[in-house]
Structure formats: C-alpha cells, structure tokens
C-alpha cells in the first residue's frame, strides 16, 4: 500500500538515494531538495517504512510548478508519480514543468494537460574568453529563492550589457537576456566569466547553437495551454524554474 505525505528535512538522506539511482549525478548532494522543503511543498510516497519516490512543488510568481519528481526504479510504472501529482496539484490549475526524456515523465505531465513548449538541452559550454562582465548587485526573481543562489549554491550576479546572470564556478545557473542586448556577445561574456560551465537553455534562445558546447542530457518545457511560463527565448535556468514571467 502507497502512501502520499509531506516530506521533511529527515526525508532528504533518502531523496538523494532515488534521485542518484534514477541516474542524476551520483553522490552529489543536491541544495535544491531543501530549497523546495523551506520554499514550496516537497512529498514522498512511502511504502510501509520505505520511501519509494519524492516529488516537489513550488508557486512562483502565480504558477503551479512541478519541480522534482522521482521515483525508485524498482518501484516506476506503478502509479507512484501519478499518485505524488495528484497529491501536490490542485484540479483544474495552470501547471508547467521541466520534463525528463523518460516516456512515463511525458505520459504523466500529459495526464495533467501539460504539453511540450520547447526542448531544453543542457550544455557543457566554452566561451571565447571574453569575459567583459561586472559585478551586479541583485538579480530580479521572487527574494525567496536568492538564499538558494546566493547561500547554497555561492552564485555570483553579474551583468553583460543590460543583461544578468547567477553564475558558479561552474555553472550559469540562470540568466535574463534583456531586449536590445546583442544575445551572443553577452553569451560570450558569461562563458569566458566563468569557464567550461553547465548550462540549460531552451533551443529558442537567440544565442543556442553560437558557443561551442556539448550536450548532455535534455528537458522539456511542457506546460498547460494557459500557463504563464518564463520565456525560453530570454531565460536560461540550470534545471530549476525561478523566473517565470520574465
Ligand atoms: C517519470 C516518473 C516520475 C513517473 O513516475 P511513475 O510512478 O513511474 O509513473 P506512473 O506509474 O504514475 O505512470 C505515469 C504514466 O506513465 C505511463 N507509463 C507507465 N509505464 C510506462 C512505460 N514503461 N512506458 C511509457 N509510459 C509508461 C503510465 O501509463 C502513466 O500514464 P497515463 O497516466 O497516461 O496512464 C518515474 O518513472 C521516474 O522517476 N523516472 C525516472 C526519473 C525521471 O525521469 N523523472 C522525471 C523528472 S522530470
């Protein structure tokens, strides 16, 4: 018998344990499971003592956003996803999220009437060293989810041209192109700022396909037809939907 309840920081040893046997970054600890717990709501379905697959949501700004939903291998195909979804989405509301290539990902956004927007690829990317960025104080998305840039993941805000970016050592976490900026030369900036990074943008960005970069895996953007999604042309967001709306 499947259980669906609210997670807790407890939960969050055996989170990890199914989010690295699903294949995503093993032994890395993720900051943002605890990001979900403080900011929205995670759950796990549990099945008599074991925790079987977890699942988070989140509103940002005013959309219902699915942010992580996993389950144990041995366990998929069962009705667990759909179970945790049912659980966390209230009927009837605008939803989106970033869907895995899995089938069984797609057929449940799908049950929920979220269809694909846009591909969304991650990208091992080099700039050309032209790192012609500066310093920017803040970086405009809901204030709860700076602590998770700033605190967890030791971003820093910097500006290109009129456009921002949260960017690691190792990663463009996400970026706001603004309007009128020349989307390649601030791509360009960025990269050379930071190195070989991680990155996620949708294939409708202007500057996709302008850096040499490999891809590694990809999502998809799916969302409900009336959805108020961030728009893949201006957003870049390393697997996590912080900026809806912008
Ligand atoms: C994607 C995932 C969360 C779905 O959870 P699940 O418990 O396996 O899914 P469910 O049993 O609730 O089934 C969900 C849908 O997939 C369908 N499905 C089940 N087995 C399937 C298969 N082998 N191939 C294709 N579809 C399948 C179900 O019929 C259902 O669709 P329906 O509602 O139209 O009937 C889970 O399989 C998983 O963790 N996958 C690996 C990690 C991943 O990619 N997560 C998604 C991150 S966005």
Redesign the pocket.
């Known amino acids: 018998m499947i259980e669906v309840r609210l997670a807790g920081a407890g939960d969050l040893p055996e989170m990890h344990r199914?989010w690295w046997a699903?294949?995503?970054s093993p032994g890395k600890h993720n900051p943002w499971f605890a990001h979900v717990l403080r900011t929205g709501r995670m759950v796990v379905?549990v099945e008599g003592e074991q925790v079987v697959?977890f699942?988070g949501h989140r509103m940002v700004w005013q959309t219902n956003v699915?942010s992580?939903?996993?389950?144990?291998?041995a366990?998929?195909?069962?009705?667990?996803?759909?179970?945790?979804?049912t659980f966390l989405l209230p009927p009837g509301e605008e939803v989106m999220?970033?869907?895995?290539?899995?089938?069984?990902?797609?057929?449940?956004?799908?049950?929920w009437g979220m269809r694909p927007v846009v591909d969304c690829p991650y990208l091992q990317a080099t700039g050309r060293g032209d790192g012609m960025t500066h310093e920017n104080d803040t970086y405009p998305i809901p204030s709860a989810d700076l602590p998770h840039l700033q605190g967890d993941l030791g971003c820093q805000f910097v500006r290109a041209q009129d456009s921002l970016a949260a960017i690691t050592e190792h990663s463009i976490e996400s970026s706001l192109l603004t309007p009128g900026d020349d989307p390649i030369a601030v791509f360009q900036a960025f990269l050379g700022r930071a190195g070989t990074v991680e990155l996620q943008m949708g294939e409708s960005h202007p500057a996709f396909g302008s850096f040499e970069c490999m891809e590694t895996f990809r999502?998809t953007l799916m969302a409900t037809p009336d959805a108020q999604i961030p728009d893949p042309r201006r957003i870049t967001y390393n697997g996590d939907l912080l900026a809806v709306g912008y």
């Open positions: 199914i699903t294949g995503s379905a697959g699942a699915i992580d939903c996993f389950v144990d291998p366990c998929q195909g069962v009705g667990i996803g759909t179970a945790m979804l999220t970033l869907a895995s290539d899995d089938p069984k990902a797609h057929s449940l956004y799908r049950r999502d």
